[in-house]
């Protein structure tokens, strides 16, 4: 008799908004040979897309509306209980819109990655493709990062550029950003599944060296 496969990794991703970050690794988690298993999918908007992509590929979800508690406390913990039922291996927020508090980024250290759209350290916070607009930049792009306790200021595993065009509006540029982030998400996720990414205490380990500056997707 053969012995059953390992399990492999789980996922838990959480998203606030339209989930196109979700469906880019929804898909490649379809791939035979991916080396994780999208778990569930957790929001803090009730009636988000996201939810819905979810839904379309059984995968289960819960909804945490941060507009049931009082505090930030209060739903980081139910959040945090809500995260714990499913016991993850890797934490993957994709689009997810709320500041975390720091117990519960220590709670889940070293297992939740983000993805930011911008070339951090540059332009961390809100309203990236507009900033970058008006700074006249030439290059922007996107970044995925583990998560610390520094707001978009954990160590940096990847990131891919996108070139600036003269006529680019916020729309079109961010556009753009989200083509390449469609790319790079599911191939960051792909290297913490298989081990090849850890977080270490002074920056991130790549197949087990230190990695002096983040992997790089070319310019589109
Ligand atoms: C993405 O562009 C992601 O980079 C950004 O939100 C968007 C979510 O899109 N994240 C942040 O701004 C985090 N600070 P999606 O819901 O279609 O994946």
Known sequence: MKADPAPLPTILVLASGSGTNLQALIDASRDRDFPGDIVAVGCNKPG???????????????????????????FDGALMAEIRRHNPDLIVLAGFMRILTEDFVRAFRGKMLNIHPSLLPAYTGLNTHQRVL???????????????????????????????????????????????????????????????????????????????????????
């Open 48 to 74: 988000a897309f996201a939810l819905e992509r979810a839904a379309q590929a059984n995968i289960k979800t819960f909804v945490i509306n941060h507009k049931d508690y009082g505090s930030r406390e209060e």
């Open 134 to 220: 008006e700074a006249g930049d030439k290059v922007h792009g996107v970044s995925i990062h583990f998560v610390t306790e520094e707001l978009d200021g954990g160590p940096v595993i990847a990131q891919a550029e996108v070139a600036v065009q003269e006529n680019d509006t916020p729309d079109s540029l961010a556009e753009r950003v989200q083509q390449q982030e469609h790319v790079l998400y599911p191939i960051v996720v792909r290297w913490f599944c298989e081990g090849r990414i850890q977080l270490a205490s002074d920056g991130v380990l790549f197949d087990g060296a230190p990695l002096s500056q983040p992997m790089r997707l070319p310019a589109s």
